[in-house]
Structures are given as structure tokens and as C-alpha cells.
């Protein structure tokens, strides 16, 4: 049974900014497009969010926009 995974990105005080969804068509990999023009530069998240048999599990990511 494939695991579910969800993303979303984070401003740098951890609050949601938006949903990204799954791309069509990867099949078993879960992969995620985010434009990264529309953001100002700062620090952000990506909150990974995988669902399995014993629960919910996230793992964030922080990256940081320059210029």
C-alpha cells in the first residue's frame, strides 16, 4: 500500500502559506512543484507530512530565498 504524502510551505515562524499538491503521473515517488518566484526573499519550510499504518509523521525542510 503506497504511503500518502502531503506538503506544504511554511513561512520562517512556521504558519502555513500554502498547500502544494502531488504532480500527476510519478507514480510510487511523490514529487511537488514550487514556484519559487512569487516568494520574497527570506527563510521558509517545506512540511512533509507521510501517512502510514501507525499514524502521521512530518519532517521539515527550511531553505532560504536570496535577492
Request: charged share 15%; glycine share 12%; net charge positive.
Amino acid at each position: 500500500v503506497p504511503l500518502q504524502v502531503t506538503a506544504r510551505l511554511l513561512n520562517r515562524l512556521a504558519q502555513p502559506m500554502r498547500e502544494l499538491g502531488p504532480l500527476p503521473g510519478t507514480g510510487t515517488i511523490s514529487q511537488f512543484d514550487l514556484p519559487l518566484a512569487p516568494l520574497a526573499p527570506g527563510e521558509y519550510y517545506l512540511q512533509f507530512t507521510i501517512t502510514g499504518p501507525s499514524g502521521p509523521v512530518d519532517q521539515r525542510v527550511g531553505f532560504r530565498i536570496t535577492g
